[in-house]
């Protein structure tokens, strides 16, 4: 409750929900807003206790050690270097993110940009993908367009990607046989195992309030239409503090998680594969607001 009342209060101060950041004192540092649970439209399917926890989840903190990741000195040169006092020239930056890359001929995620500053801008070596720079710094760029509607390109050379990822999406895989969809469409709202299922879909976001205040306990069939209907959203909350894992990670982990699971074909991080259905999970969340990093059980 309190959290969510500062919240309102910092919105008030700011006048307007749309700013990101806010400048505190100390007056020159950038402030950047982290994740919102009232904004969550996953978590919903929680339990009461998870969703109180969710106010201040025990990834608030991260997001300050993150930053330090990004000022951190590498060789004479820090992030901020080039992309302003605590990277203020990328706010809004990853509202666009997969982005099509003209020189790659194929769109790429925030850690193929960020690694591409290391070794070309930096003289320095990539990250480790999913290591923990890595996650915290996809984390951090990410944060900064927090509040932000998420604005991936959908049409021109986007198109075919996106068409790719669908594709992925609906195909049957591994040991199991089953597709993407056959977990998160048709059993949207039930249990597998300990583990409500999700829709990574975020169509309705706008009604979920709706939905879920008519929401209590366990009545199973309020619960599948909710999966159903409105969808948890997917890329405007990753990376997220998973308690499971006990740390930040990324959409990439997740979906090798995913493919795991069925014991499916787990492709390396950043594989095309992963990268076209993370830009059919964008198209089909575009204009959520993006809140990193999210909290998950
Ligand atoms: C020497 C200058 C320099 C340094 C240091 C640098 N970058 Fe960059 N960065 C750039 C340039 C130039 C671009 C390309 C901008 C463009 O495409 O418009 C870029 C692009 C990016 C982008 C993509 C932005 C977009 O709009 O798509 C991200 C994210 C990024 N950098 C993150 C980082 C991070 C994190 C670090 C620290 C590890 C870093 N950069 C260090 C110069 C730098
Ligand atoms: C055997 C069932 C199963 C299959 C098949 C499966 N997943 Fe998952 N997925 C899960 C479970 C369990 C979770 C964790 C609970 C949740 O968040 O829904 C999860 C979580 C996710 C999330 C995070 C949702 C959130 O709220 O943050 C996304 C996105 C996702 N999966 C995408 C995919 C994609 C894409 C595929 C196909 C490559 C896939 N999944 C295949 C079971 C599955």
Redesign the pocket.
């Known amino acids: 409750m309190y959290g969510l009342m500062r919240t309102i209060a910092v919105r008030r101060l700011l006048g307007a929900a749309a700013l990101s950041f806010m400048v505190a004192s100390p007056a020159w540092a950038l402030e950047v807003r982290g994740y919102d649970s009232s904004e969550d439209p996953?978590l919903y399917?929680y339990s009461e206790r998870f969703r109180e926890m969710a106010e201040f989840p025990p990834s608030e903190g991260l997001l300050d050690d993150a930053k330090e990741v990004f000022n951190k000195d590498r060789g004479g040169k820090s992030c901020s270097t080039c992309h302003g006092d605590d990277g203020e020239k990328l706010v809004g930056a990853a509202t666009n993110y997969p982005k099509y890359d003209a020189k790659l001929g194929k769109p790429k995620l925030i850690q193929h940009a960020i690694n591409t500053c290391l070794t070309d801008r930096m003289g320095q070596q990539a990250l480790k993908w999913e290591g923990g720079e890595q996650v915290a710094l996809v984390t951090y760029v990410k944060a900064l367009s927090n509040g932000m509607e998420l604005n991936v390109q959908t049409d021109g050379p986007m198109a075919k990607f996106i068409e790719e990822g669908r594709k992925?999406?609906y195909e049957r895989?591994?040991h199991?046989d089953?597709?993407?969809?056959?977990?998160?469409e048709n059993?949207a709202g039930t249990n597998?195992?300990a583990?409500?299922?999700?829709s990574?879909f975020g169509q309705n976001y706008k009604s979920f309030h709706e939905v879920a205040k008519g929401f209590r306990g366990s009545e199973r069939d309020k619960r599948l239409q909710a999966g159903r209907e409105i969808g948890?959203?997917?890329?405007e909350?990753?990376p997220?503090y998973r308690t499971k894992w006990g740390k930040l990670a990324s959409?990439q982990k997740?979906?090798r998680?995913?493919?795991k699971?069925?014991r499916?074909h787990v492709r390396p991080y950043g594989d095309d594969y992963y990268v076209n259905?993370e830009a059919?999970?964008a198209s089909k969340t575009n204009g959520m607001r993006i809140n990193v990093p999210?909290f998950?059980p």
């Open positions: 996953g399917k992925s999406y895989m591994g199991f089953v597709a993407c969809h056959h977990c998160h059993a597998i195992r583990e409500y299922m999700s990574p948890s959203g997917s890329i909350h990753w997220i959409m997740r979906l998680t995913c493919n699971n069925v499916g259905i059919f999970l999210g998950r």
